[in-house]
Structures are given as structure tokens and as C-alpha cells.
T-cell receptor, first 115, second 112 residues
Framework: GENVEQHPSTLSVQEGDSAVIKCTYSDSASNYFPWYKQELGKGPQLIIDIRSNVGEKKDQRIAVTLNKTAKHFSLHITETQPEDSAVYFC??????????????FGSGTQLTVLP | DAGVIQSPRHEVTEMGQEVTLRCKPISGHNSLFWYRQTMMRGLELLIYFNNNVPIDDSGMPEDRFSAKMPNASFSTLKIQPSEPRDSAVYFCASCLSTDTQYFGPGTRLTVL
């Protein structure tokens, strides 16, 4: 099955700096890569996703890049703000039988933005 | 939209007791997922349903765990008997034939 590794496990940055979180996956058939943000006491929320036919996707201060050859993808947050502090999870998926995807999650990165 | 609703939000029980966690998916969504989150193992998929039918329960830890989805608007995850190692946050998520899974707020289970 799919295996997703995520680094680093913790990341502290100064407000206004950029943050980068990296993930690698094992199954070359994976074709969908979402990123979730989890705030304390809440469930994970999708913040951005990318499909295998795209190399990069951007949404305001958040961007995700995908290198299918190397089987890794990254989350980039620019101009970080204190409200970006949370745990971030990457995930990978192939479409299986049925209409929904099964996601395999990375172990999470605790991002702390220092004021 | 109210989002995915889970109850209870917190559950404290004693070893050996039966525990039932409940989930109401977003109206119209046809797929529902149960996850378990622990520090040691992260987010693990336990089981998922498509159109109320269990598709993959390979993540269910053992026979003490069971899940049902009697209709499109309700699902339960039952643990009987519960053990201390079952202590975790249990999430329910739903989606509509798309890639985006919407997570509920979770149920924090503590088994003493």
C-alpha cells in the first residue's frame, strides 16, 4: 500500500517568513495530493490540493509543488502569520473502486509562527 | 450547512464498556469515512462507506470494532469491549464523489 513520509515534524518561523513542508510517497500510481490544516481541538480542513497532471498550484499565500519523477510534493506558505500556526498534514491517494478516494496521510508538521 | 456532526465530543469510559460514536455526514454526500488519530500512529483510516455500503474495512483494528451506516444521514462506530489502547480522537469525514473530504470535529475517547 501507499506510504507517505512528512518532514519536518516541527517547524518554527518568524512572522512574515516562509515555511516549507515536504512529503514523499511510495506508490507511483498515486495521482491526488491534498494538504490539510488541523487547528487545536478541530478536525483537519483541506487548504489546497494538486493532481498529478499539474506541477504547481497556488492560492494566495499557499502553494504546492509536485515532482512525480521523484515522488515528492511540498507545501509553501509565504508571509506567514500567527493564525497559520497549526498542524499540517499531507496525503496521497489513488482512486479505488467506488466513487471516493482513500487517503494515506503523512505524520503531520506542527508549524509555529512566532510574532 | 452545518458540516459533519459528531457526537459525543468527549467520552470517558471504563475498560470493558461498550462505546458508540455517532456521525451525521453533510447532506447529499455519498461517501463516509471513519478515522482514528493518535500521537503514535497519526491519522488512520478505519473504514469507509459508499452509498451506505462498507467498501473497505481493512483498517478496523480488530473484531471489537464495528461500524454501520443504516441510512445516508447517519453512521455509528462501536467498540465492544473497549480497552485503554482505544483511547484516541475519532474523526468522521464525508464527501460527494469528489476528492475533498470534509472532517467533523472529532470525538475524544478516553478509556480508563
Amino acid at each position: 500500500g501507499e506510504n507517505v513520509e512528512q518532514h519536518p515534524s516541527t517547524l518554527s518561523v518568524q512572522e512574515g517568513d516562509s515555511a516549507v513542508i515536504k512529503c514523499t510517497y511510495s506508490d507511483s500510481a498515486s495521482n491526488y495530493f491534498p494538504w490539510y490544516k488541523q487547528e487545536l481541538g478541530k478536525g483537519p480542513q483541506l487548504i489546497i490540493d494538486i493532481r498529478s497532471n499539474v506541477g504547481e498550484k497556488k492560492d494566495q499565500r499557499i502553494a504546492v509543488t509536485l515532482n512525480k519523477t521523484a515522488k515528492h510534493f511540498s507545501l509553501h506558505i509565504t508571509e506567514t502569520q500567527p493564525e497559520d500556526s497549526a498542524v499540517y498534514f499531507c496525503a496521497a491517494s489513488t482512486r479505488t473502486g467506488g466513487s471516493a478516494r482513500q487517503l494515506t496521510f503523512g505524520s503531520g508538521t506542527q508549524l509555529t509562527v512566532l510574532p | 450547512d452545518a458540516g459533519v456532526i459528531q457526537s459525543p465530543r468527549h467520552e470517558v469510559t471504563e475498560m470493558g464498556q461498550e462505546v458508540t460514536l455517532r456521525c451525521k455526514p453533510i447532506s447529499g454526500h455519498n461517501s463516509l469515512f471513519w478515522y482514528r488519530q493518535t500521537m503514535m500512529r497519526g491519522l488512520e483510516l478505519l473504514i469507509y462507506f459508499n452509498n451506505n455500503v462498507p467498501i473497505d474495512d481493512s483498517g478496523m483494528p480488530e473484531d471489537r470494532f464495528s461500524a454501520k451506516m443504516p441510512n445516508a444521514s447517519f453512521s455509528t462506530l462501536k467498540i465492544q469491549p473497549s480497552e485503554p489502547r482505544d483511547s484516541a480522537v475519532y474523526f468522521c469525514a464525508s464527501c460527494l464523489s469528489t476528492d475533498t473530504q470534509y472532517f467533523g470535529p472529532g470525538t475524544r475517547l478516553t478509556v480508563l
